[in-house]
């Protein structure tokens, strides 16, 4: 087993099958999205064809949603896969943002949750999409003042409890919307199909990987999710590899990898951060160039999947720093081309 390459492409990183951000969203069931500019190369840089303009009109039509889930952080899910999301994610991560409210010493009542969240659902319903600067506004014509902190956990329990999600696109700043008003109304949820589908879509996009590494990244228990690989059935088998026990699914991807080729992955990008455990790509003498023990995360460049060194993604020229072997400056002046056409698409739909 070549675990490497395997991973380029089920994550969509090397010969990508997906034409749609939308898809490759679904492909993974939820994709982190702490940060706000850069979520959008990381859906971008798996599709065949890396469009800003494409990401962001599926995520203002509400194709794409963006809302506080899994281990109480900013993920994209999609639009089908949100009420499901809700459902099997949210009480766990609510417990989580309640034990850092405790941490912080913020309590909030539930008569407060409550008063504040119809305030902000109101906001949002009449303005469609709506930043925290309207909530501020909004809160203090009701004589309500808090700091941004305060405002922040009471963003996400709306968020949590599908009351709010993400508004439209905007350069720098997110926004909210009503959930109401940008998800469509599901009938009857069961627990046990959106676990199973849950666990493929993990599996489908990660591969292989550990049983540790879907605890880490769902924020689910192990129990819950030894279940939702039993519910898999025949459709998910293990592979050890140097003593660890890896899962595969039986349609996984393994041809179509090239060596060669460099990419420029954004901070938080699920190449990292959905494993716990990353020394498969991240030699561990070097996991401080990719992240730090406060949960930091860093752009970092890969050649044939292996992170080899950091990059600069909002200077005007390609500014690469290996510190992993000899690179090849030509190729690695096409990665930053690539993600260069990326972001003109966005001005050149402005234009238009």
């Not at 070549?2 to 991973?7: C, D, E, G, K, L």
């Not at 490759?24 to 065949?48: I, K, S």
């Not at 996009?205 to 540790?212: E, G």
Request: with cysteine; hydrophobic share 40%; net charge positive.
């Amino acid at each position: 087993m070549n675990p490497v390459a395997i991973r380029l492409l089920n994550q969509q990183l090397a010969a990508p099958q997906f034409g749609d951000p939308a898809e490759v969203v679904g492909h993974f069931g939820a994709m982190q999205a702490q940060e706000y500019r850069m979520m959008r190369w990381a859906v971008a840089m798996r599709t065949r064809k890396p469009s800003a303009a494409a990401f962001k009109a599926a995520y203002d039509s509400g194709r794409i949603i963006r809302l506080h889930l899994m281990r109480g952080t900013w993920q994209l899910v999609t639009a089908e896969d949100y009420w499901s999301m809700i459902t099997l994610c949210a009480p766990r991560s609510i417990a989580v943002t309640r034990g850092w409210m405790n941490s912080n010493k913020i309590r909030i009542s539930e008569k407060e949750i409550t008063t504040v969240r119809d305030i902000l659902a109101q906001t949002a319903a009449d303005k469609g999409s709506v930043t925290k600067e309207d909530f501020v506004q909004a809160l203090a014509e009701k004589d309500i003042s808090m700091d941004a902190h305060r405002l922040s956990y009471h963003i996400r329990m709306a968020e949590m409890t599908g009351t709010l999600c993400s508004g439209d696109l905007l350069p720098m700043k997110a926004t909210y919307a009503l959930t109401a008003n940008k998800v469509k109304p599901v009938g009857s949820i069961y627990t046990d199909e959106v676990l199973m589908n849950f666990t493929r879509k993990y599996f489908q996009s990660h591969q292989p990987a550990t049983l540790q590494d879907f605890a880490w990244w769902s924020g689910l228990s192990i129990n819950i999710c030894r279940s939702g690989i039993r519910m898999l059935g025949n459709a998910i088998h293990t592979v050890k590899w140097k003593g660890r026990e890896f899962y595969l699914t039986d349609d996984c991807r393994t041809r179509g990898f090239r060596t060669g080729k460099y990419l420029l992955i954004p901070p938080y990008d699920e190449y990292l951060i959905g494993y716990k455990s990353r020394d498969i790509v991240l030699p561990t003498e070097h996991t401080h160039r990719a992240h730090n023990n406060s949960g930091i995360f860093l752009p970092i460049i890969a050649r044939d999947g292996i992170i080899c060194g950091n990059w600069a993604p909002f200077k005007a020229d390609c500014h690469a720093d290996f510190f992993i072997g000899d690179h090849d400056e030509t190729t690695v002046q096409e990665a930053w081309s690539t993600y260069q056409r990326f972001l003109d698409s966005s001005l050149s739909n402005k234009s238009k």
